[in-house]
């Protein structure tokens, strides 16, 4: 499976921006969807997962500005961010967690490759 990642860019502290991440390949379903970032000389961390059922876990730095939510027939993952921070620039990936393949083959974790936001006036 690949996961491409999209939507990030240039905005202005207090703008918001939507992320998406798109699986393909031949998957059969996936576990848990999420959003993990890194800022420059920090080490990555966890941003917002979902479950496969829908439920939610934030960090508590973007609780309340962040929303994730995904697309289970289209294997995709989006994260809305709202009320941006410069804190917030960072390399944002997404991951899939417990890929089972239509093939039956199982794998636990996948990453796609990072999009950059960058904050700032």
């Known amino acids: 499976v690949q996961l491409q990642a999209s939507g990030g860019g240039l905005v202005q502290p207090g703008g918001s921006l939507r992320l998406s991440c798109a699986a393909s390949g031949s998957i059969f379903s996936i576990n848990a969807m999420g959003w993990y970032r890194q800022a420059p000389g920090k080490q990555r961390e966890l941003v917002a997962v979902?479950?496969?059922?829908?439920?939610?876990n934030y960090a508590d730095s973007v609780k309340g500005r962040f929303t994730i939510s995904r697309d289970n027939a289209n294997n995709t993952v989006y994260l809305q961010m709202n009320s941006l921070k410069s804190e917030d620039t960072a390399v944002y990936y997404c991951?899939?967690?417990?890929?089972?393949?239509?093939?039956?083959?199982?794998?636990?974790?996948?990453w796609g490759q990072g999009t950059l936001v960058t904050v700032s006036s």
């Open positions: 991951n899939a967690d417990g890929v089972t393949y239509s093939s039956g083959t199982w794998h636990p974790r996948v």
């Open positions: 979902i479950s496969r059922g829908g439920r939610t």
